[in-house]
Nanobody
Framework: QVQLVESGGGLVQPGGSLRLSCAAS????????MGWYRQAPGQQREFVAR???????NYADSVKGRFTISRDNAKNTVYLQMNSLKPEDTAVYYC????????????WGQGTQVTVSS
């Protein structure tokens, strides 16, 4: 079973930047598409960004042009560079490997809290 460990969250002012990391255990990380998801208080978890095993990325409309997803297969790590942060980006951020069915391959990690506030 792959374990996911997210890090890099924190408190940042509107307009600021953060870089999140997600480290995955296991030796076959590179074959999976990976995604970032977030969950704000009282809301359902939502899609943020996805990167295929070949490096193609797509984004939720709400973060397009501000967030960039990338991966380093040698380090079993996926990143989310977040720029021009807004208060509505406040949430716990998680990573996982999505199935095309809409479910996920692995159990969720603990996530990393991002708070955007002045």
């Amino acid at each position: 079973q792959v374990q996911l460990v997210e890090s890099g969250g924190g408190l940042v002012q509107p307009g600021g930047s953060l870089r999140l990391s997600c480290a995955a255990s296991g030796r076959i990380f590179s074959i999976y598409d990976m995604g970032w998801y977030r969950q704000a208080p009282g809301q359902q978890r939502e899609f943020v960004a996805r990167i295929t095993n070949g490096g193609l990325a797509n984004y939720a409309d709400s973060v397009k042009g501000r967030f960039t997803i990338s991966r380093d297969n040698a380090k079993n790590t996926v990143y989310l560079q977040m720029n021009s942060l807004k208060p509505e980006d406040t949430a716990v951020y998680y990573c996982n490997a999505p199935r095309y069915s809409g479910t996920f391959y692995w159990s969720w990690g603990q996530g990393t809290q991002v708070t955007v506030s002045s």
